[in-house]
C-alpha cells in the first residue's frame, strides 16, 4: 500500500520513543498500555445569544453498543487513560467504515471508509478529536482503534512508547436527516476573540461570584477563553524580565505577546534542546519531547509549557484536597511517568495553581484555557470595553 506522507519520520519517532534513541526510558516489558476511557460523538448542536453558528452537543460513544442519531458532520472524540505520543495521533491511528466488516490493521480499511479533514490532540484532556467528516445519513459506522504491535505500525502510542491495550470498535448510526447541519464556531483567531469578548461580558457582570461566572459562560459562550491566559505565568518574579533578571527565567518572557512571540512561539524549549539540530524546533514526527518548542501555534500536544502544566498535580480537581472528586491513582502515576521521562525541573506554575477552586467545585480550569488558546492558533485579541474583542491587527496571528 501507499504510506502516508511523514511515515518514515513517524517510524524514527516511535522507534526511538521505545527506547532506541533515549536513555532512561522504561523497558517495553515495564511499559503501561495506553486504555481508552472514553468517546463521544455530536449528535445535536446548542443555539447561543447574539451567535448565528452553534456549539456542538455529545453524546458517549459506548463499546458493545450502537450510538443512534450522530450528525453526518459530527466530531468523534476520544479519551485516554495516558498521555499520547503526538506523532501517533494520526488519521490512520483509526478506521471507519460503513460495512461493519473487521479490521486490525490499516491495510485492511479498504472500501467504504471515511476520512477526516482534521485531527487535534490535547493532552491536558488527553482527548483526541476527529474533525470534517461528512457521513451518509441514516448509515451505520464502525470506528476501529489499530493496535500497533511494531514500529511500523499504525496506532495510538503513550509518550513512552506504550501501545493501545487492545483494539477497540465503536459503533454509531447517523441521523436520518439528509438536510445540512448548521454552522458550527469556526477555529480562527476572529472567533476566538469573540469568545474572549463574550467571556469579559460575564465577567463584568459576576465580578465576585465565581460559580456565577462560570455558569454565564457555560450558558452563553462557545467555550472559556481568555484574553491573555499566560499573564499571570509572566508576573510575581516568574517569566517576568526584571533588572536584576533581564532575561526572566530561562529566557521565557511572557509579560506581553511581544514577549510570547520572542521567546516562546515557535522557540526551542532549553529543557528540550539535544542533539546536533537542538535549536531547530521540531513537528510531529520527531522523538518525543526532542527539541519541542515552547509553544507551538495550533498544536498544544507539541508544546512543551502544556506539559509542564500537565505535569503539575495540583492542576486537576481528582488530586487536590478541596475537590470532591475521587482520587485517581492513574492520573497521579502518569504525571510521576511524564516527570520522570520528560518535564525537566518543577512544574508550571512554580506558584500557586491553574485550578480554581470555589465552594468545594472547580469554577475555573486555567491549563484547559491554555491548551484551548494554543489549539486555536495562540491569537493575540485586543478588545474595545472588554467586550468588543478583534485579532489585533498589529500582532501577526496564526495563519
Same mark, same amino acid.
Given at each position: 500500500m501507499t504510506r502516508p506522507l511523514g511515515y518514515a519520520s513517524l517510524v524514527a519517532a516511535t522507534t526511538c520513543a521505545l527506547g532506541a534513541c533515549d536513555a532512561g526510558r522504561p523497558d517495553a516489558d515495564e511499559l503501561v498500555p495506553v486504555s481508552l476511557v472514553g468517546a463521544?460523538?455530536?449528535?445535536?448542536?446548542?443555539?447561543?445569544?447574539?451567535?448565528?453558528?452553534?456549539?456542538?452537543?455529545?453524546?458517549?460513544? %459506548?463499546?458493545?453498543?450502537?450510538?443512534h442519531g450522530v450528525s453526518r458532520a459530527a466530531t468523534l472524540a476520544l479519551y485516554f487513560d495516558r498521555l499520547?505520543?503526538?506523532?501517533? %495521533?494520526?488519521?490512520?491511528?483509526?478506521?471507519?467504515?460503513?460495512?461493519?466488516?473487521?479490521?486490525?490493521?490499516?491495510?485492511?480499511?479498504?472500501?467504504?471508509?471515511?476520512? @477526516?479533514?482534521?485531527v487535534e490532540y490535547d493532552p491536558a484532556r488527553r482527548r483526541v478529536l476527529f474533525r470534517g467528516a461528512t457521513f451518509d445519513p441514516g448509515t451505520t459506522?464502525?470506528?476501529?482503534l489499530f493496535v500497533p504491535e511494531s514500529p511500523t505500525d499504525w496506532g495510538f502510542r503513550a509518550f513512552d512508547g506504550a501501545p493501545l491495550a487492545r483494539k477497540y470498535e465503536l459503533l454509531f448510526e447517523t441521523a436520518p436527516d439528509v438536510t445540512a447541519p448548521p454552522a458550527e464556531i469556526a477555529h480562527t483567531a476572529a472567533d476566538y476573540c469573540d469568545a474572549?469578548?463574550?467571556?469579559?461580558?460575564?465577567?463584568?457582570?459576576?465580578?465576585?461570584?465565581?460559580?456565577?461566572?462560570?455558569?454565564?459562560?457555560?450558558?452563553?459562550?462557545? @467555550?472559556?477563553?481568555?484574553?491573555?491566559?499566560?499573564?499571570?505565568?509572566?508576573?510575581?518574579?516568574?517569566?517576568?524580565?526584571?533588572?536584576?533578571?533581564?532575561?526572566?527565567?530561562?529566557?521565557?518572557?511572557?509579560q506581553s505577546?511581544?514577549?510570547?512571540?520572542?521567546?516562546?512561539?515557535?522557540?526551542?524549549?532549553?529543557?528540550?534542546?539535544?542533539?546536533?539540530?537542538?535549536?531547530?524546533?521540531?513537528?510531529?514526527?520527531?522523538? @518525543?519531547?526532542?527539541?519541542?518548542?515552547?509553544?507551538?501555534?495550533?498544536?498544544?500536544?507539541?508544546s512543551y509549557l502544556v506539559y509542564k502544566a500537565v505535569a503539575h498535580a495540583d492542576s486537576y480537581c481528582s488530586l487536590r484536597d478541596d475537590c470532591p472528586e475521587p482520587d485517581d491513582p492513574g492520573l497521579r502515576a502518569e504525571i510521576v511517568r511524564l516527570r520522570d521521562a520528560f518535564v525537566i525541573g518543577a512544574p508550571m506554575p512554580a506558584k500557586g495553581s491553574l485550578l480554581t477552586v470555589t465552594n468545594g467545585a472547580p469554577t475555573f480550569d486555567g491549563l484547559r484555557v491554555i491548551s484551548d488558546w494554543i489549539a486555536w492558533g495562540a491569537p493575540f485579541c485586543t478588545c474595545v470595553d472588554d467586550v468588543l474583542c478583534a485579532p489585533d491587527p498589529t500582532l501577526p496571528q496564526p495563519p
Open positions: 463521544e460523538a455530536t449528535t445535536g448542536y446548542r443555539a447561543l445569544p447574539q451567535y448565528a453558528e452553534q456549539v456542538a452537543t455529545y453524546s458517549p460513544l %459506548v463499546e458493545g453498543s450502537v450510538l499520547l505520543l503526538p506523532s501517533t %495521533v494520526t488519521r490512520q491511528a483509526v478506521c471507519v467504515r460503513n460495512d461493519g466488516a473487521p479490521v486490525d490493521k490499516l491495510d485492511q480499511c479498504t472500501g467504504p471508509t471515511q476520512d @477526516f479533514l482534521a459506522y464502525k470506528m476501529t474572549v469578548g463574550c467571556a469579559n461580558a460575564c465577567r463584568l457582570d459576576h465580578r465576585t461570584d465565581a460559580a456565577a461566572l462560570a455558569a454565564c459562560v457555560a450558558a452563553s459562550c462557545p @467555550f472559556r477563553a481568555q484574553q491573555e491566559p499566560l499573564k499571570g505565568c509572566g508576573s510575581g518574579g516568574c517569566h517576568e524580565a526584571t533588572e536584576d533578571d533581564p532575561d526572566a527565567a530561562a529566557g521565557l518572557r511572557l505577546p511581544e514577549d510570547i512571540l520572542a521567546s516562546a512561539i515557535g522557540v526551542t524549549a532549553h529543557q528540550t534542546a539535544t542533539g546536533a539540530a537542538a535549536q531547530t524546533p521540531t513537528q510531529n514526527g520527531q522523538p @518525543f519531547g526532542r527539541a519541542m518548542p515552547i509553544l507551538d501555534r495550533g498544536n498544544p500536544g507539541n
